[in-house]
């Protein structure tokens, strides 16, 4: 079945940087577009962007758009949200998802301290 170990959540300060990841397991990972979600505290769950197949493309909102690059690497099964200029409004916890699988990781924290 589909696994995924997440990783790289925590604390920074306005201003700084963040990368999380997501590493996949129980799937041919290169197949599937991939997407980033965050939900902050009150909030709905919102997309952050999302990435195709073989990362050549990548789409994101304009809530990170300039500031987030999506990136993933097929050989190790991992994808990866890497998140500048981070500021309060970023505080959520985020979310991998395989898109056509409707699958979700469990989700990281972030919390940018002002």
């Known amino acids: 079945q589909v696994q995924v170990v997440e990783s790289g959540g925590g604390v920074v300060e306005s201003g700084g940087s963040l990368t999380v990841s997501c590493t996949f397991s129980?799937?041919?990972?290169?197949?599937?577009?991939m997407s980033w979600y965050r939900q902050a505290p009150g909030k709905e769950r919102e997309l952050v962007g999302t990435?195709?197949?073989?990362?050549?493309?990548?789409r994101y909102e304009d809530s990170v758009k300039g500031r987030a690059t999506i990136s993933r690497d097929n050989a190790r099964s991992t994808l990866y949200l890497q998140m500048n200029h981070l500021t309060t409004e970023d505080t959520a916890v985020y979310y991998c998802?395989?898109?056509?699988?409707?699958?979700w990781g469990k989700g990281t924290q972030v919390v940018v301290s002002s």
């Open positions: 998802r395989v898109r056509a699988m409707d699958y």
């Open positions: 129980g799937f041919v990972f290169k197949d599937y577009a």
């Open positions: 990435i195709s197949t073989t990362g050549a493309m990548t």
